[in-house]
Nanobody, 120 residues
Framework: QVQLVESGGGLVQAGGSLRLSCAAS????????MAWFRQAPGKERYSVAR????????DYADSVKGRFTISRDNGKKEVYLQMNSLKPEDTAVYYC?????????????WGQGTQVTVSS
């Protein structure tokens, strides 16, 4: 089992950048694929980025491709989401998630979420 705690959210102007971090507890962090999901008010939660256990493969939702980068540090038990060229439509609660399977449709473990607000 793994516990996840996100940080780094906040208010930023359009065009700006933020870096989200997710700290994991537990001894088997490197066994889990990791992902960042987001949920805007009145909309469904969906994955914006995910990364394999080793960090060698990552993929992205079309809405963030070229602007967001997911990475991980297995030694520190952390995963990151670098968000550049932010747009008002990126405003959402961002969740860190973990699962044993990279391609899982619903990840097993979740953080509490961190709010990202992008002003126009």
């Amino acid at each position: 089992q793994v516990q996840l705690v996100e940080s780094g959210g906040g208010l930023v102007q359009a065009g700006g950048s933020l870096r989200l971090s997710c700290a994991a507890s537990g001894r088997t962090f490197s066994s889990y694929a990791m992902a960042w999901f987001r949920q805007a008010p009145g909309k469904e939660r969906y994955s914006v980025a995910r990364i394999t256990r080793s960090g060698t493969i990552a993929d992205y939702a079309d809405s963030v491709k070229g602007r967001f980068t997911i990475s991980r540090d297995n030694g520190k038990k952390e995963v990151y989401l670098q968000m550049n060229s932010l747009k008002p439509e990126d405003t959402a609660v961002y969740y860190c998630a973990a699962d044993l399977h990279f391609a899982a449709t619903s990840y097993a473990y979740w953080g509490q979420g961190t709010q990202v607000t992008v002003s126009s």
